[in-house]
């Protein structure tokens, strides 16, 4: 997480607990990237908790821990989550749009894989904060950033189930509370927040979810 290892352990621990109990609940094979969504979260945290323990330096386990992060974060994210929610929508009009952000979402990891391979990224402690850096993606643009949110947060908003259209407003308000105030830190700091907002995706399953 991007203020600790601690509160990134905890966070992972907890985590993994929310998506065993997640999977546990589930009730039909659509359900299972949804519920899949904590255990992704857990290995964001863990990988940055790991961050925490070996940053400053250089090594070869601060590269894996770096890149598991970012892979989650930059390329799996906006496709797991509007498939997630596509696998969840019933109405035609919302999962075409749903559907939008997927094609979008697929794009937006082919680039982010290239960019991975070409520039390469880095990661130090800046500011009590975990500051990652990725040429053209990361900096201050509202750009990428607005575009790597649209992807990853209309699909709730797009949802016909009132309690996802929740965790999608929360999550915008969360885009816009993290680039306010930590938009250097961005990526780790908004990954935090809406990991610790995935939590809800037990509640969602036991009672939101036919």
Known sequence: MCFSAQMSFIASALLTGTAALSYKTVR???????????????????AEGILWLLLP?????????????????????????????????????????????????????????????TYGAT???????????????????LVPIGLYCVITVLPFLASS??????MGGIGALAVV????????????VWCFFVAILSLCVYYILRYHLD
Not at 76 to 91: D, R, T
Not at 123 to 141: R, S, W
Not at 161 to 166: E, G, I, K, P
């Open 57 to 117: 330096g250089t090594s070869q386990p601060i590269t894996i821990a770096m890149y598991t992060f970012l892979t989650v974060a930059f390329i799996i994210w906006p496709v797991f989550l509007p498939f997630a929610l596509l696998m969840l929508e019933e109405n035609f009009i919302r999962r075409l749009i749903i559907a939008t952000c997927l094609t979008a979402g697929i794009a937006w990891s082919f680039i982010t894989t290239w960019y991975f391979a």
């Open 161 to 166: 189930n009132r309690a996802l259209q929740v």
């Open 28 to 46: 039909k094979l659509e359900q299972v990237p949804f519920a899949t969504i904590p255990a992704l979260f857990a290995i964001q945290q863990l």
């Open 123 to 141: 990661v130090q402690l800046d500011g009590g904060h975990l500051y990652y850096q990725v040429t053209g993606l990361t900096e201050k643009d």
């Open 177 to 188: 509370v993290t680039y306010v105030f930590w938009y250097m830190y961005f990526i780790s």
